[in-house]
């Protein structure tokens, strides 16, 4: 953090006043060059790579669209309030920074705040006692026009995929997979900020969204290319087997074809822009820690000075965000494919930028020699 400040790296935003909001920071002359170079890399080994379609999303979007995939609903955090000082914390990352312990977000208040008084936790500002825990919706609301018209900013890129499919579908890409992608911004109203990049309010993501036939299989030109790449994966958080994308797949430990793909597809990137494969895993996560939306969700994580990070969230959405569309929107969103008409499932790649340039120049800070970046 001292490096990248000195250097001009990246810096919190409104520095030179004091009171400003914590959990937005802005990137400098190296951090912005940096930064076009990483996307650069992403569009290079990843989209053009693998023929993907990028789009370019607004960042407000209507109500409705946050009531169909149900962030305005289940996109909350556990937090809890100092009840001396009045300071509020998430919940979770307090029991984990005590335990040293992923605490799953989606256990149930009652379970998480027994957690806290099972482990002592208090105020990390006064000491105080700490109250019962709540969710608190990390969307950040607006008021649009004259008439006060609710909208959103985007929490996650990947809603204007969704929601803009069939129009890329009907003008000419209609064959399956067809993964679409963006890079942009995404905003989310986090309780305590104070990780620099590594959580931030207003964060960078490049996110693909790879929509599929459920009754097709990939098909053999992509599957040729990775089925060969070893993967690193951790079902239990702790030990790593070493396995062919292939092999992971034949031996069940990736269900789908296309999945081990695609997990082939984003650990070969982070290989080629210079960290070791020995740094990286792609972790399972259980039941309590899959996001809402999620059938099955793995983690791209590297290990740093700070232990391991997650980079990129995998997920198999399967067909949650267009069914959750079509009843909403009223629209027929499903598409054709061999003479079946189907709503097409997901398999996603949400990488965060801003980790992954932290990671970067933690890799690099440490003595080794930096990477294709």
């Not at 959990?23 to 912005?32: A, D, H, V």
């Amino acid at each position: 953090m001292e490096l990248a400040l000195r250097r001009g790296f990246y810096f919190p935003s409104c520095e030179i006043y004091d009171g400003a909001p914590a959990g937005f920071w802005e990137y400098g002359p190296l951090g912005n060059s940096l930064k076009n170079r990483f996307v650069e890399a992403w569009r290079r080994y990843v989209v053009r790579y693998d023929g993907m379609v990028e789009l370019d999303g607004s960042v407000i979007m209507a109500k409705d669209v946050f009531v169909a995939s149900g962030h305005l609903e289940s996109f909350a955090d556990p937090v809890t309030r100092c009840t001396s000082c009045g300071a509020v914390f998430r919940a979770d990352r307090l029991l984990q920074e005590r335990t040293g312990r992923i605490v799953p977000e989606r256990l149930p208040d009652s379970e998480i705040y027994a957690m806290i008084v099972k482990e002592g936790v208090t105020c990390p500002s006064c000491g105080g006692q700490l109250s019962e825990v709540t969710r608190f919706n990390m969307m950040f609301r607006l008021s649009v026009g004259g008439e006060g018209t609710e909208a959103y900013l985007r929490p996650e890129t990947c809603q204007s995929l969704f929601v803009d499919y069939l129009r890329v579908y009907k003008i000419g890409w209609s064959k399956f997979p067809l993964p679409l992608c963006q890079f942009g911004k995404s905003f989310r109203n986090e309780i305590s900020p104070r990780q620099g990049l590594l959580r931030l309010r207003e964060f960078y993501q490049a996110e693909v969204e790879v929509l599929f036939d459920p009754e097709e299989d990939l098909d053999e030109r992509r599957w040729s290319r990775l089925k060969d790449q070893v993967l690193r994966l951790s079902q239990d958080g702790e030990s790593i087997t070493e396995v062919s994308a292939e092999g992971a797949w034949r031996e069940g430990l990736v269900p789908l074809k296309i999945e081990a793909y695609y997990l082939a597809l984003i650990q070969k990137f982070y290989e080629t822009i210079g960290i070791e494969r020995s740094k990286i895993r792609l972790r399972r996560l259980g039941e309590e820690e899959k996001p809402f939306y999620a059938r099955e969700s793995w983690d791209l994580e590297v290990q740093t000075s700070l232990g391991w990070l997650e980079l990129v969230a995998c997920n198999y959405r399967g067909d949650y965000d267009l069914s959750g569309h079509m009843r909403v929107s009223g629209k027929d969103l499903t598409a054709f494919n061999r003479g079946r008409k189907f709503v097409p499932h997901v398999f996603e790649l949400s990488m965060g930028v801003d980790r992954s340039l932290y990671v970067l120049l933690d890799t690099t800070s440490s003595g080794r020699e930096g990477g294709g970046c």
